[in-house]
């Protein structure tokens, strides 16, 4: 059989066949845990104890889009849908600034009412503002253009997960106007542009195999990203994957370990699904070799409504609070959390 994780510890240039055998690893605690020890190291080596965190701010839930794992797909129409202003959005920033936060995060579904313009004034306001913090936009699939257009509005960032990297499960996923190959293309655009640049994936989403998973290492080993976020599946009562169960902590934990080796100084974040489905989730990840976390400041009386999966937490409390909590939890466990823009080291 040979000791594959051996193998990848040594070199991790691994084909699409040898990440699948590695996966069929992750429920072995052994394999798991010598992963996660050699992931551990090189995190601390590319960041020392440091966790950057971003200011996230969801600032629409109105989509254009369907895909039936999201809570606030156009299909579901008992979603209460928001939109926050410029000022909004501005106060976000400014409540996030004296927290310490030096990234933000305007995230949303695919909502056209942000025109291309209108997207552009607010990154320019903040972009004036804080001239000292990154903005991340994370709004989706656009032209070319308009990504070059908020670029050069201020913007440095942009997360678009490619959710998955097989052709078949993409269209599972999604509804037949949506395509892998728009959203790939779009993640180059990002790059070429100067972006930097996250994509990323669900874990054990509907009909998700390990020659899925191990697509998405490849793809993640070819796009170089600077960052990956990857969190569990959880269904939401109100889409056509209500019944499916959620991805699991073990699998998602072993993975952020594989990706860490696999890409040595990305920005790795745990994630708020991975702290829905266990207690302890955002802790285990930062343990597991993921080095940013993402709180929210999105403004309380619209956080309930961003409602991507059921029982989604931190949706009660405020910014402070939530920071507060999430500093306490990091430094449980032996890191810190530190009020710097957090680049990655690429
Ligand atoms: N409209 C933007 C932002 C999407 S929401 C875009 O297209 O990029 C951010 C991420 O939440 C998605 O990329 C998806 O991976 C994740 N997500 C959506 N529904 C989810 C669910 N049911 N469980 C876990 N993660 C989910």
């Given at each position: 059989?040979?000791?594959?994780i ?5 070199n ?111 990154i ?7 001239p000292?913090?990154?903005i ?42 949506m ?6 293309l ?54 056509v ?37 266990d ?11 993921a080095?940013v ?17 059921d ?36």
């Amino acid at each position: 059989m040979g000791d594959i994780i051996g193998k990848y510890l040594e070199n991790p240039d691994f084909t699409k066949e040898e990440f699948a055998e590695l996966l069929g690893f992750a429920s072995d605690p052994e394999a798991a845990g010598r992963l996660r020890e050699e992931a551990v190291r090189i995190r601390k080596l590319h960041y020392g104890e440091k966790v950057y965190t971003r200011g996230l701010i969801e600032f629409t839930n109105y989509c254009r889009n369907d895909c039936y794992y999201c809570g606030i797909r156009r299909g579901n129409l008992h979603a209460r849908r928001y939109r926050l202003t410029k000022e909004e959005i501005l106060d976000c920033c400014d409540r996030g600034y004296e927290l310490g936060f030096r990234t933000f995060v305007l995230q949303g579904g695919e909502d056209r009412w942000f025109t291309d313009e209108r997207m552009a004034e607010i990154i320019r306001a903040i972009r004036s503002r804080y001239p000292d913090c990154a903005i991340t936009l994370s709004v989706g699939e656009r032209p070319y253009e308009s990504y070059r257009l908020w670029k050069e509005a201020g913007a440095d960032r942009y997360l678009l997960r490619h959710e998955t990297a097989n052709e078949a499960h993409y269209r599972k996923l999604h509804p037949s106007g949506m395509s892998l190959a728009v959203r790939k293309l779009c993640l180059y655009d990002l790059k070429l542009l100067g972006y930097q640049v996250g994509a990323g994936f669900m874990v054990g989403s509907p009909g998700q195999t390990a020659e899925c998973l191990a697509e998405d290492l490849v793809f993640l080993k070819e796009l170089q990203p600077h960052m990956v976020g990857i969190g569990p599946f959880i269904p939401h009562h109100e889409t056509v994957f209500a019944k499916e169960p959620a991805g699991s902590v073990e699998q998602t934990l072993f993975l952020l370990s594989v990706i860490r080796i696999l890409l040595p100084k990305v920005l790795l974040p745990a994630t708020t699904a991975l702290g829905t489905l266990d207690p302890r989730g955002r802790e285990k990840g930062l343990e597991a070799g993921a080095n940013v976390v993402m709180p929210n400041l999105s403004p309380v009386k619209n956080r309930k409504h961003y409602d991507l999966y059921d029982n989604k937490i931190c949706t009660g409390e405020e910014a402070a609070e939530c920071r507060g909590c999430l500093s306490r939890r990091v430094e449980s466990v032996g890191y810190y959390l530190v009020n710097e823009r957090g680049d990655a080291k690429i």
